[in-house]
């Protein structure tokens, strides 16, 4: 509908040692993943667009389907890099881009 081509990698775990800020309120319309909600990922140290959050929403009735896992993760291809480490630049949130962030240093 709107265009955008997005080439993404599906990932169950983010590193624990990489810090990923999600921001805004779990959406379902217009998820790519029925039955998942999700939410923008961007990168805590240079505020860079990573990809997306998919949580479950509606879990089936005969327990958990190990093909559906209750969170994933959605990076964005061009966000993935080989690189050990990269150049932090300060980032400054304000009370209003606080509104319904959560960090996760996964």
Known sequence: EHGVVHQ???LREVDPKVSVVCVGRPETKDSWFPGYSWQ???????SSHLGWRFRQVSKSDDG????????????SCSSITTESAVAPRRVVFNRDSMAG????AA
């Open 40 to 46: 923008i990922a961007y990168c805590y140290v240079c």
């Open 8 to 10: 993404t990698v599906t």
């Open 64 to 75: 958990e389907d190990p093909d559906r896992p209750a969170k994933f993760w959605g990076f």
């Open 101 to 104: 962030m959560r960090a996760f």
